[in-house]
């Protein structure tokens, strides 16, 4: 299968910073990526749709000034967590669509976000 | 309102028996299934897919069963291996509007194969 890359793996840092996670379709051109969040022991919620060259779709309840996220190429997609608190703490995914079969999803490894 | 579920936190078998997870969901406008494998600390792996049109679909030791009158649908893994356990996904994709769309997750299954 496809291979998504992200960066950091895993994250700690300190209330009120912030944290920019990358990830990067490594084997074939992506214009849609997704950004989810795990909750331990639960399911993955979708966050928001970053499209290549636009702006991205945020989910309803997903504050959009608080996770920025920016698709600058067809293979990078990075989400920035600003003014980090604790609840912020969770794991991030984020998958990159198959071409022509958007539901077809591809998944980075995830990072971890600590926020002490 | 939770769209896509999986009542079975967890399963247990024997290596070399076969393995049904299952999936409920309610909404008929869901396009594809899917199934994805999961390690702790790990990104989804995505197995297999199913069209709403149709009622089966198989990949090597993996089928997926499809029944839209119950909603209902299920990943059959024959015959399980040890190398199978880990956390599955059942998934649902709904189109929006502007050729968007986006998978909704069940809450996942814990499968543990025995040797």
């Known amino acids: 299968g496809a291979v998504v890359s992200q960066h950091p793996s895993w994250v700690i840092c300190k209330s009120g910073t912030s944290v920019k996670i990358e990830c990067r379709s490594l084997d074939f051109q992506a214009t849609t990526m997704f950004w989810y969040r795990q909750f331990p022991k639960q399911s993955l919620m979708l966050m928001a749709t970053?499209?290549?060259?636009?702006?991205?779709?945020?989910e309803q309840g997903v504050e959009k000034d608080k996770f920025l996220i920016n698709h600058a190429s067809l293979t990078l997609s990075t989400l920035t967590v600003t003014s980090a608190h604790p609840e912020d703490s969770s794991f991030y995914i984020c998958?990159?669509?198959?071409?022509?079969?958007?539901?077809?999803?591809?998944f980075g490894p995830g990072t971890r976000l600590t926020v002490t | 309102d939770q769209q896509v579920k999986q009542n079975s936190p967890s399963l247990s078998v024997q290596e070399g028996r076969i393995s049904i997870l299952n999936c409920d969901y309610t909404?008929?406008?869901?396009?594809?299934f899917l199934w994805y494998k999961k390690y702790p600390a790990e990104g989804p792996t995505f197995l297999i897919s199913i069209s709403s049109i149709k009622d089966k679909n198989e990949d090597g030791r993996f089928t997926v069963f499809l029944n839209k009158s119950a909603k209902h649908l299920s990943l059959h893994i024959v015959p399980s291996q040890p190398g199978d356990s880990a956390v599955y996904f059942c998934a649902a994709w709904i189109h929006g509007s502007s050729n968007t769309g986006k998978l909704i997750f069940g809450q996942g299954t814990t499968l543990q194969v025995k040797p």
């Open positions: 970053s499209n290549e060259g636009s702006k991205a779709t945020y």
């Open positions: 909404n008929s406008m869901f396009d594809y």
């Open positions: 998958s990159a669509a198959s071409p022509g079969r958007p539901y077809e999803q591809y």
